[in-house]
Nanobody, 115 residues
Framework: QVQLVESGGGLVQPGGSLRLTCAASGRFFRIVAMGWYRQAPGKQRELVARITSDGNTNYADSVKGRFTISRNNAERTVYLQMSSVQPEDTASYFC?????????WGQGTQVTISS
């Protein structure tokens, strides 16, 4: 059974940093990409960052230069380093794994940016 376990969320002051981690376990077909989405109250879920199996990355314009995505292929783990966070980054963050047969989603971790 496939499982995505997210960690690292919490309450951070504006301008601060935190790192999200998502560890994937279980049997996958070939993993094509891993990434992070977020959803704020009353808004649609949006892509934050994605990294492919060969290391190509793409980011939402709103986080470029502030967030960095990375992955450990051997451990099937993806990270999101968040820096210079702002109140508008407050949301539930969801891990996403795209395999050759389907998408998988984590349960989400809450990130709150507030002073």
């Amino acid at each position: 059974q496939v499982q995505l376990v997210e960690s690292g969320g919490g309450l951070v002051q504006p301008g601060g940093s935190l790192r999200l981690t998502c560890a994937a376990s279980g049997r996958f077909f070939r993993i094509v990409a891993m990434g992070w989405y977020r959803q704020a109250p009353g808004k649609q879920r949006e892509l934050v960052a994605r990294i492919t199996s060969d290391g190509n990355t793409n980011y939402a314009d709103s986080v470029k230069g502030r967030f960095t995505i990375s992955r450990n292929n051997a451990e099937r783990t993806v990270y999101l380093q968040m820096s210079s966070v702002q109140p508008e980054d407050t949301a539930s963050y969801f891990c996403n794994v795209v395999s050759s047969d389907r998408d998988y989603w984590g349960q989400g971790t809450q990130v709150t940016i507030s002073s």
